[in-house]
């Protein structure tokens, strides 16, 4: 009877450890694996139940945040719906963009916790709680940029050129992500494309902008001085069967080189071209942060000096309409606001960033791992280069962008895009005040135009609001 008994206990512990092992294989081992299956209810009842962290401007003003309905879901809001291309979208139907995907471990509040604690909180359904991301965007400078460019398609950037932090960052179209289920169909098929971040993955010939990266070239060279003399600056160049005419001019003939920028004269930028080489220039370019996208938080498309084409294939004609910003070349404004970051701060290239600081589970504020600057031009050559901005802006062709009682630094573009009854592309690249930057501004409309009278005016009333702004404060 008692080895009756025996085997009997023998027998039923042996298969209470074996459901215990198989409970703690289900749980432990394969349990993170079975809540991550886009099948699994409960990841669906997760996700609705769960309350993501909030998106904060500089100043705590709130960006995106969860609104909590009556069963208990929560559904993400977005007060400022124009911020879309910095804040991005939460969908459980399209998915997550921009900062919402880069920064979503921490708004889920799963930044740091095991998959274990991951799994039991929802095995016991523990409320799941984000935590905090604040920007270095300021929400009430993002509306003056917003208000500035107005209804022309294009982008706007506000830069402190020191750190490289980003304080505005406009792209128009946008979308309102509050109603993104009813629209999302609607926003792939538009021709405007408000999808796109303008900003940072729009790629444009960048037109007289990019002058200011041959004169860095020729200045840091040596193969050009500030005072040289260009005599048949107003002529024509040509180029095998590339004619280069200079438009712009004041009734003369000749200029020195800062002159010859200031009034943008594609002639003598051409020469410079031809003289520098394209090995030079593509070096100069690649300094500036050409070839490789920066480490932005959301997605950034790469600058190339010849999109379609290997550079040390590039003939001379293609290498002199590039040297004044036609050719191959394709930018974003964001690669063009690093440029003048560069020249405004001395010659560092920032580490660009729009994340400021990140809340952890305990409720502290720590800031990210940025990268380290790096030295694009010479101190000598940024001075150089900002007088000449500064005589664009007094003298030259981007008149449109002064301001009472402020030297402001600037140069501007118009971008011709080779395509039959299209207009150029409007470009402004500045910053003030001229002799201790606060911040750089890059402005770019869409066939907009001539850059001076369409893209400087933006540009002028986003550098004002800052500049009056800071006055006050």
């Known amino acids: 009877m008692r080895n009756n008994i025996r085997r009997l206990v023998a027998t039923l512990m042996a298969g209470f450890l074996a459901v ?37 401007d500089r100043n705590g003003v709130v960006l995106a945040y969860d609104q909590v309905r009556d069963d208990g879901t929560t559904a ?45 909180d929802g095995l016991l359904h523990r409320p799941q709680i984000g935590s905090d991301v604040m920007l270095t965007l300021d929400a009430d400078l993002q509306a003056a940029a917003d208000a500035a460019l107005g209804d022309q398609r294009g982008a706007v950037i506000a830069l402190d050129p020191y750190t490289g932090a980003i304080l505005a960052l406009a792209s128009h179209p946008a979308y309102d992500p509050n109603r993104l289920d009813e629209t999302w169909e609607v926003l792939r098929e538009l021709p405007s494309t ?19 990266v041959t004169l860095a070239a020729a200045l840091e060279t040596g193969l050009a001085s500030p005072d040289e003399i260009f005599t048949d600056a107003t002529g024509t160049l040509q180029v095998g069967d590339f004619t280069v005419r200079c438009h712009n001019h004041p009734g003369r003939t000749t200029f020195d080189l800062l002159h010859a920028y200031a009034y943008s004269c594609n002639v003598t930028f051409a020469k410079l071209g031809l003289r520098l080489g394209v090995e030079r220039l593509a070096e100069m370019a690649r300094r500036f942060g050409f070839e490789e996208p920066p480490p932005l938080e959301i997605p950034v498309e790469t600058s190339h000096l010849a999109a379609t084409s290997p550079v040390d294939t590039m003939d001379e004609a293609t290498l002199a309409a590039t040297a004044f910003g036609q050719g191959e070349l394709m930018v974003t404004p964001l690669q063009m606001a690093l440029v003048t970051a560069a020249v405004a701060n001395g010659g560092q290239l920032p580490a660009v960033h729009l994340v400021q600081a990140v809340q952890d589970g305990s409720g502290q504020w720590h800031e990210p791992g940025r990268a380290v600057p790096h030295a694009a031009i010479s101190p000598y050559t940024a001075q150089q280069l900002r007088m000449a901005m500064v005589l664009s802006v007094k003298e030259g062709r981007a008149g449109e962008a002064a301001l009472p009682g402020v030297t402001v630094a600037g140069k501007t573009g118009t971008a011709q895009v080779g395509e039959p009854g299209q207009l150029p592309h409007a470009w402004f690249i500045g910053f003030a005040p001229a002799e201790a930057p606060r911040v750089v501004v890059v402005v770019l409309v869409e066939n907009g135009g001539d850059g001076g009278r369409v893209a400087a005016p933006v540009a002028r009333e986003v550098l004002e609001w800052i500049l009056t702004t800071d006055a006050q404060n």
């Open 76 to 120: 993400r809001v977005y007060p400022y719906p124009e911020m879309v291309h910095v804040t991005g979208f939460y969908s459980l139907r399209y998915g997550v963009s921009n900062i919402e995907a880069s920064y979503d471990e921490t708004l889920r509040g799963l930044a740091g916790r095991s998959s274990l604690r991951t799994f039991t």
């Open 20 to 56: 215990g092992l198989a409970l703690g294989y289900w749980q432990v081992v394969r349990g993170p694996a079975l809540l991550a299956r886009a099948d699994n209810p409960r990841l669906v009842i997760a996700e609705q139940r769960a309350q993501r962290g909030r998106i904060l």
């Open 194 to 212: 408000p999808l796109l971040n303008r900003a940072t993955q729009g790629l444009y010939p960048p037109g007289s902008v990019f002058k200011t």
